[in-house]
């Protein structure tokens, strides 16, 4: 056993990538197992800033592979620009990894993501990256792999069949404009040529790693409640962030996993549409988004906030088997006077302590706080626990006794030298 899952277990943007990157510091290879340029990574290393969507996180720690697994959907164009954009800043990416079975983002994926989210009055609130599409397609059969794009043959033989039924969609059914086939063809050889150089059969790779005892790390992109089958359906993201989705989307077996740790904002934020029971609308979440810098590194649109959610937090402790807990930003909250957790929600009278499937059911929620008393103190250069305000270890305790599950770190800002172990990282 020499894997560790590192899963966002709320709506995404809980600071994964920090997170990660105290793992892939001792480790020999970080894996991003699903999702696509759609997930915002930001990074420090060092004094340097790295605001990754498309590579994993590990690609700026030296001697070590970072691997884009099959489960994956790949923007060619994006990730070339990135990685353009990371050797400008001094990094070299002759240790990325891309599996010859993730499946490839096409033009009219991403043109048929924005046609679709436009007519529905953007009825998701997805990202407009094409990643539903593109999994759409994968799901259906119809999809282009890593392995035919780096063929010429097999990926212009492909284009010209599927094609058609793309550009029917978006003329007849979008009224949008028809793609055409020569000006992808030519981009995308071009861009599988680029990239050819980096793709493997990375499952192989990977278990070749984990025979010999080697460290590696799953770095999940979203959150539990986006993932499609375990997320506030139909809002959700278009794969599987929970624990489960790395055995399938890196190619290794449960067994291989040592630990899976959930990664939590002290409170709550959410980009896009669907079920948000603890959003606050008043000054509170003004503060708190403000202070937090809430706002995409993707899209950059303004995320909506709320309170800490244990219930929605007890289905991602479920749903992934979380062992630890990575709680992120408590720095935030310092000046509110009170904090407050929701425990448990009432619908129809009737107290629920788990997560509802049915959207229908939020509309009649009302949702129990536990309030806590809060915090002044600019805790941003606290390095120890105990050195935190007890209000601040109480809150912290308490959510670890509401999800039972252990601490493994908390942060008090973005910097990696704000984020405190209560445990090392590889046990
Ligand atoms: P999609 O992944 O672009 O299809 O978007 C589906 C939903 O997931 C939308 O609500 C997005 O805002 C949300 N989403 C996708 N990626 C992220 C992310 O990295 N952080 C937070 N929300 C995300």
Redesign the pocket.
């Known amino acids: 056993m020499s894997g560790v899952i590192v899963v966002?277990s709320q709506?995404?943007?809980e600071g994964k990538g920090k997170i990660v990157d105290f793992f892939a510091e001792h480790a020999d290879a970080v894996v991003r197992y699903q999702?696509?340029n759609?997930?915002?990574?930001t990074i420090w290393h060092g004094d340097t800033k790295f605001e990754l969507?498309a590579l994993p996180s590990g690609i700026v720690t030296k001697g070590q592979l970072a691997i884009l697994g099959n489960g994956v959907v790949i923007n060619p164009e994006a990730l070339l620009a990135e990685i353009k954009e990371v050797e400008s800043q001094g990094v070299t990416v002759e240790n990325l990894i891309i599996s010859n079975r993730a499946h490839v983002i096409m033009p009219y994926h991403i043109a048929l993501?924005k046609a679709s989210e436009t007519a529905s009055n953007n009825r998701?609130?997805?990202?407009?990256?094409?990643?539903?599409p593109a999994y759409t397609d994968k799901i259906s059969r119809v999809g282009i792999r890593v392995a035919d794009l780096i063929d010429p043959e097999i990926f212009g033989k492909l284009l010209k069949e599927y094609l058609p039924f793309k550009n029917a969609q978006l003329t007849k059914l979008y009224g949008e404009e028809a793609l055409d086939y020569n000006e992808i063809y030519d981009k995308y050889v071009e861009y599988g040529r680029q990239l050819a150089p980096y793709v493997t059969d990375t499952s192989y790779l990977l278990g070749q790693q984990m025979k010999e005892n080697k460290r590696v790390v799953f770095e999940g992109?979203?959150?539990v409640m986006?993932d499609v089958d375990h997320g506030t359906y139909p809002?959700?993201?278009?794969?599987n962030p929970t624990a489960g989705g790395v055995m399938n989307g890196a190619g290794v077996g449960p067994k291989q996993i040592q630990d899976v740790v959930g990664v939590i904002k002290a409170y709550t934020?959410?980009?896009?549409?669907?079920p948000f029971p603890t959003e606050l609308f008043n000054d509170t979440a003004d503060h708190i988004r403000e202070i937090g810098h809430e706002y995409?590194?993707?899209?950059k649109?303004p995320?909506r906030i709320g309170w800490l959610d244990a219930v929605a937090l007890r289905h991602a402790v479920q749903v992934s088997g979380l062992t630890k807990l990575a709680i992120n930003s408590l720095d935030v909250l310092s000046g509110l006077k009170e904090v407050k957790i929701a425990t448990s929600y009432t619908y129809k009278g009737e107290a629920i302590h788990h997560f509802p499937a049915s959207d229908t059911w939020f509309q009649g929620l009302d949702v129990n706080f536990e309030t806590l008393p809060g915090w002044d103190e600019d805790i941003t250069d606290v390095t120890k626990f105990d050195e935190l305000p007890i209000n601040a270890q109480n809150y912290l305790n308490r959510i670890s006794e509401l999800l039972e599950v252990d601490l493994l770190s908390f942060a008090v800002g973005p910097k990696p030298e704000q984020t405190h172990l209560l445990r090392p990282v590889w046990e």
């Not at 759609?38 to 990574?41: D, K, L, P, S, T």
């Not at 809002?235 to 794969?239: A, D, L």
């Not at 934020?269 to 669907?274: A, C, E, L, M, T």
């Not at 995409?296 to 899209?299: A, D």
Request: avoid cysteine; glycine fraction near 28%.
């Open positions: 966002g709506w995404g943007d999702g696509g759609n997930a915002g990574h969507s993501d998701i609130g997805t990202t407009k990256k094409g990643i539903g992109a979203q959150g986006l809002f959700v993201t278009s794969s934020s959410r980009v896009g549409s669907g995409g590194v993707v899209t649109r995320r």
